[in-house]
C-alpha cells in the first residue's frame, strides 16, 4: 500500500513557476513508476509527466515538454514537478499516482495509487 501526498500548488501568474511536490508513504517507493496527471475545470483528467522507478527515463505531455521537469528523490520517497513558464491553460489539479511494472506511463488506468491532488492556478 502507497499513500501519496502532494503539496506546492498555489495561484501564480502567467510565466511564472511553482514546483509540485508529492510525498509518499512505505518502503517500498523506489519500486513504483511515478506519474502526474492533471485535471482542469470542465475537462477530463490528462497525463503530464512520469518517471521510471530509477529516475532514468522520463515521459511528457507535448504540452508541457520543454517547460515541466520530473524528477525524484528515493532517499526521500518523493517526486517533484517543475512547472516553469506556467500559462493560464495550465491551470487544473494536479494530481501524483503510482505504477508497478513498466510501460503505459501515460495512461491512468495503469496506476495503481493516487493522491487527492493538489491546485494550480494560473493568472493571464
Known amino acids: 500500500q502507497v499513500q501519496l501526498v502532494e503539496s506546492g500548488g498555489g495561484l501564480v501568474q502567467a510565466g511564472g513557476s511553482l514546483r509540485l511536490s508529492c510525498a509518499a508513504s512505505?518502503?517500498?517507493?523506489?519500486?513504483?513508476?511515478m506519474g502526474w496527471f492533471r485535471q482542469a475545470p470542465g475537462k477530463e483528467r490528462e497525463f503530464v509527466a512520469a518517471?521510471?522507478?530509477?529516475?532514468?527515463?522520463?515521459y511528457y505531455a507535448n504540452s508541457v515538454k520543454g517547460r515541466f521537469t520530473i524528477s525524484r528523490d528515493n532517499a526521500k520517497n518523493t517526486v517533484y514537478l517543475q512547472a516553469n513558464s506556467l500559462k493560464p491553460e495550465d491551470t487544473a489539479v494536479y494530481y501524483c499516482a503510482a505504477k508497478r511494472g513498466p510501460g503505459g506511463y501515460n495512461f491512468q488506468t495503469s496506476y495503481d495509487y493516487w493522491g487527492q491532488g493538489t491546485h494550480v492556478t494560473v493568472s493571464s
Open positions: 512505505g518502503r517500498t517507493f523506489s519500486t513504483y513508476a
Open positions: 518517471v521510471t522507478w530509477g529516475g532514468a527515463t522520463t
